[in-house]
């Protein structure tokens, strides 16, 4: 976990320093900290999250896709007590049992502000990271922001950071899961039953695996898997050749994949081209002229 106090010491000598140079590097230290606010609540949450289903790379972003997509509590304050204690010899069982016995506290996770800080993280780069992109009015060129105004965005940046208490990071979720295992690779990947509702592409969350799958309800109400994949048939013996969905994702126009058949060894190359579709449109010109020619 990132102790923030070390890094709230280091901007503020920075800050302390007060030169155009300082202040810089004083925002750099400050974007650098917010990132890594989320990325480790991101890396607490890998076994739910394939990196290559993230929509967007910036952090507030991930953690928000986190907490639509798995749990909210990735960024909310709360507080873990735990207890051995038991009732009569065995497990407390009702509410009013629980509240009864007597827990040990683990600590508490502190909230994370998401707009705030992303926020904050657009604007120590606006005022001290870019050159802006200069115009016929904007005067000489310079390496450096204004200084008032870098100090004023780090200063911000330093309260938010000195809100943020907690001692604790939890990742996964109480909720019920449905898990299965990687067609290729037997990885675990799951989900919480909540947020599977409806059909939900889902990447392997092995980085070095290609594999992605489909889950959707089946007429039983009952989880169904589906593999991704794209198929061909095998020039030599006819049999499917399935090729993982997600290694077309990455090919560019003329790239090509070999794929060698496992029953009659022909070697095939999948070539990455346009494909052309035509479908007739009835459009209202054509069919008057249809019924002026009868
Ligand atoms: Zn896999
Ligand atoms: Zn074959």
Redesign the pocket.
């Known amino acids: 976990m990132l102790d923030i106090p070390k890094r709230i010491k280091l901007i503020s000598s920075l800050l302390e320093q007060d030169t155009e140079q300082s202040l810089t590097y004083a925002a750099l230290e400050c974007r650098l900290t917010l990132e890594y606010l989320c990325y480790e609540r991101f890396k607490l949450y890998f076994s739910y999250l394939s990196e290559s289903d993230l929509k967007n790379w910036q952090p507030k972003h991930i953690i928000k896709q986190i907490s639509d997509d798995i749990d909210d509590n990735v960024s909310k304050e709360f507080s873990i007590s735990i207890s051995a204690e038991k009732i009569d010899g065995r497990l407390p069982k009702t509410k009013e049992e629980f509240e009864s016995i007597k827990y040990t506290a683990l600590g508490t996770q502190s909230e994370l502000k998401l707009n705030k800080l992303h926020q904050l993280w657009n604007g120590v780069s606006n005022v001290a990271l870019h050159i802006p992109v200069p115009s016929i009015s904007s005067g000489d060129l310079s390496i450096y922001g204004d200084k008032d105004t870098i100090r004023k965005k780090v200063n911000d940046v330093v309260s938010f950071l000195s809100g943020i208490k907690g001692n604790l990071l939890m990742g996964g979720t109480f909720r019920e899961e449905f898990g299965f295992n990687c067609f290729a690779c037997d990885t675990k990947i799951k989900r919480p039953v909540r947020n599977l509702q409806h059909e939900t592409a889902v990447s392997c969350i092995n980085p070095r695996c290609q594999e992605s799958y489909v889950i959707q309800k089946d007429g039983n109400d009952e989880f169904e898997v589906i593999r991704r994949v794209i198929k061909f048939l095998?020039?030599?013996?006819?049999?499917d050749?399935e090729v993982p969905t997600r290694l077309f994702r990455e090919l560019r126009f003329d790239q090509k994949i070999n794929i060698n058949?496992?029953?009659?060894?022909?070697l095939?190359e999948v070539i990455m081209r346009p494909l052309m579709k035509s479908t007739k449109v009835e459009s209202p010109h054509n069919k008057a002229l249809q019924r002026t020619s009868r």
């Open positions: 095998c020039a030599g013996c006819n049999e050749l058949c496992g029953k009659c060894n022909t095939s």
